[in-house]
């Protein structure tokens, strides 16, 4: 461009001031303040005084409002600017609501942003090499942007979806000695004649096969998100994050999948920023209300939503930051035997009722009611409300809020709440099974995850067993997986193995594209997958992932061939399962599942294995601590003192 293209006559650029006034008023200092604060507090004062607060008002409580906050949004609500996701783009009502509450109060709130990334925007890209690592990232800046308003008294924490919530989870636990409080950013309404968030995903798979028109494609496209806030409308890992911090007590009652735009959903930042300053008053911090008994909960929480399992990551990360214990796989065994499935929502069913209608069914509330019943929880814990989740349910049993939302369910959508949110025997005779089965065998000696409660009922047999046996397709990335199902390539009978795609390949992403692409075709319950990665926690289906150790940490996965013969066993009613290697091909089957680890184990890895070239240094970097710190088993997180004492050991060789 030519300069005067990019600088075209204006002279109402050269009406421009280089001085003003400056603020009217004084600072409320003392001479103690300037005596014995330190300079950066004054300081403080005087930009404060500058952005316009009223100075006589800034020696009040100060309260940090921390979000995840994306786009730009014109006064009517229209984008000035996109953002990533909506799942942030509408945050900035929850701040103001919370931020007018503090006000009101006569404390001093902050706002600031750590915006992120859309899982569904970045599936298929080697954005989503960035996906994981980035929850990591972002709780790291929001701890470094905590620690910059040093004089907080409270941090309330306003996020919605899949990475975004559990990092600012992460940072608000690691405030110990703070009042903190998390703002669930709610849900998406589904649109009256389109489809959900995680099936519109599909659209392509579904038009290569055959099984939609492009003109279907176009619409289904256009109108799957009915409202411009809030996570999805699945209970993927958005919704999961959101009902998990309820359980933990960090989130008030009644707050997680609230309806986005709608004035529960801004009241309910309105009474989070009221709980935060009763928190103040009453001296309670985070360290009196996330504590073991308090992750077992959240667990329990997400068992009986039948959660997405993403949050085997995320919990343990909590946990980690919050100096809690951390669970480990036969925690979450001994929870999924024992806490029942109470919740019938997309993605699990048996009705796919979306999860605004869990919201207006009761929400987690109304799922630890029956917990309770059940005499599972821990109710002696505190909770975001000063009162002990005992208090907390005693009232919401007899609340108004829960007959009245109930009823709003019933005369709007024609929904009986009970069939959304079940009580343990109404669930058994539903069939709805426990969440999650974990299993173990030769190609997974460290093991492995799947939703076992999403497997399609009709590939189950009368014993709640899934048996599938056959020769695999083992693929070196989700895209190349991806291709061989849009060309009609996977049949129904196959067992699918992706590899390489753990955190050391492409920063154990997602590979939704794949798993969607199973549940809405009409072959795909009748197909497999095994992985080293991940999945959305709207994923369905017969999908083991996690396979521990990752094919490129030497672990056996890695070394699978297409055309070997392989066993899944997974009983969905006991939660145990296998997945064996059994031999070369049918002709060379091996006696036991010992043998054939065998010939599994003197074999080299697979010759095409190795990290993604795009990976990024940064992810790769993430790689390498998580795994130094525990690895997937323990959150992928950060263990500053195992990473620096391998540091010292490596330094001293």
């Keep these: 461009m030519l300069f005067t293209e990019l600088y075209p006559q204006n002279n109402a650029i050269y009406q421009v001031r280089t001085h003003a006034k400056g603020p009217e008023g004084e600072l409320p200092l003392t001479a103690d303040m300037l005596i014995n604060r330190p300079s950066g507090d004054i300081f403080g004062m005087t930009m404060n005084a500058g952005m316009g607060w009223a100075p006589q008002e800034l020696d009040q409580d100060s309260v940090l409002l921390l979000s995840t906050l994306g786009g730009l949004r014109e006064p009517q609500g229209k984008p000035a600017a996109l953002a990533l996701h909506q799942g942030h783009y509408e945050l900035d009502i929850q701040l103001r609501a919370a931020a007018q509450e503090l006000k009101s109060q006569h404390a001093l709130p902050y706002a600031v942003y750590v915006s992120d990334p859309c899982d569904g925007r970045t599936q298929g890209t080697t954005g989503m090499f960035d996906s994981l690592p980035y929850r990591n990232d972002a709780s790291m800046v929001m701890r470094r942007l905590i620690r910059s308003l040093p004089n907080a008294k409270a941090i309330i924490g306003v996020a919605s979806c899949d990475k975004g919530l559990p990092a600012t989870m992460m940072a608000l636990a690691s405030q110990h000695n703070k009042a903190t409080v998390l703002v669930p950013g709610g849900a998406t309404l589904p649109a009256l004649n389109g489809e959900d968030n995680g099936k519109v995903q599909t659209i392509g798979t579904r038009f290569a096969n055959g099984e939609l028109t492009l003109q279907s494609a176009r619409r289904l496209g256009c109108s799957a998100c009915a409202s411009s806030g809030g996570g999805c409308q699945f209970l993927g890992t958005a919704g999961t994050s959101q009902v998990v911090a309820e359980g933990l007590g960090l989130a008030l009652p009644h707050s997680a999948l609230a309806p986005s735009g709608e004035p529960v959903w801004s009241e309910i930042a309105r009474a989070s920023a009221a709980a935060a300053l009763n928190l103040i008053r009453l001296g309670i911090t985070t360290k009196d209300i996330l504590t073991d008994k308090a992750i077992e909960n959240a667990m329990m929480v997400h068992a009986a939503f039948g959660g997405s399992t993403n949050l085997l990551l995320h919990i343990p990360a909590i946990a980690h930051q919050a100096g809690c214990r951390i669970p480990d796989v036969d925690d979450w065994i001994r929870i999924n035997r024992q806490v029942p499935r109470l919740v019938s929502v ?117 014993n709640g067993l899934y048996y599938h046996k056959g020769a695999v397709k083992v693929y070196l990335s989700e ?98 399962g296998e997945v064996n290697f059994l031999g070369e091909s049918a002709q060379k089957l091996c006696a036991t599942p010992e043998e054939a680890a065998g010939v599994l184990n003197a074999r080299p890895a697979h010759p095409g294995l190795g990290p993604d070239p795009e990976l990024p240094d940064d992810t790769r970097l993430w790689a390498a601590l998580q795994a130094v710190s525990g690895g997937t088993w323990r959150g992928c997180v950060y263990d500053v003192d195992k990473i620096t004492t391998a540091l010292k050991e490596y330094m001293n060789k």
């Excluded at 209608?357 to 309770?372: S, T």
């Excluded at 829960?402 to 539903?430: G, T």
């Excluded at 799947?450 to 009368?462: G, H, L, Q, R």
């Excluded at 055309?563 to 997974?570: A, L, R």
Aim: net charge negative.
């Design 346 to 462: 997309l993605p699990n069913g048996p009705v796919y009722h979306p999860t605004v209608r869990a919201f207006m069914a009761g929400g987690a509330p109304e799922v630890m009611l029956y917990l309770r019943e059940l005499g599972l929880l821990h109710e002696d814990v505190m909770t975001v409300t000063g009162h002990t989740l005992k208090e907390n349910l005693d009232w919401w049993e007899h609340s108004e809020r829960r007959s009245k939302f109930k009823a709003l369910l019933r005369e709007q959508e024609q929904v009986e709440p009970d069939d959304v949110i079940m009580s343990p025997e109404q669930a058994r005779l539903r069939g709805l099974t426990s969440t999650i089965t974990f299993p173990v065998g030769n190609i997974a000696p460290e093991g492995s995850v799947i939703k076992s409660t999403a497997i399609d009922a009709s590939v189950i047999d009368e």
């Design 479 to 576: 895209k190349a997986a991806v291709y061989d199902i849009k060309h009609e390539q996977v049949k129904a009978g196959d067992i699918l193995v992706i590899i390489g795609t753990g955190p050391s390949g492409t920063g154990m992403e997602e590979t939704y594209q794949v798993t969607s692409a199973l549940k809405h075709l009409s072959y795909g319950k009748q197909v497999s997958l095994i992985t080293d990665a991940r999945f959305s926690g709207v994923s369905t289906g017969a999908c083991i992932g996690h396979v521990g150790p990752e094919a490129l940490a030497g672990g056996p996965v890695g070394k699978l061939r297409t055309g070997d013969i392989v066993e899944i066993k997974i009983d969905c009613r006991n939660l145990l």
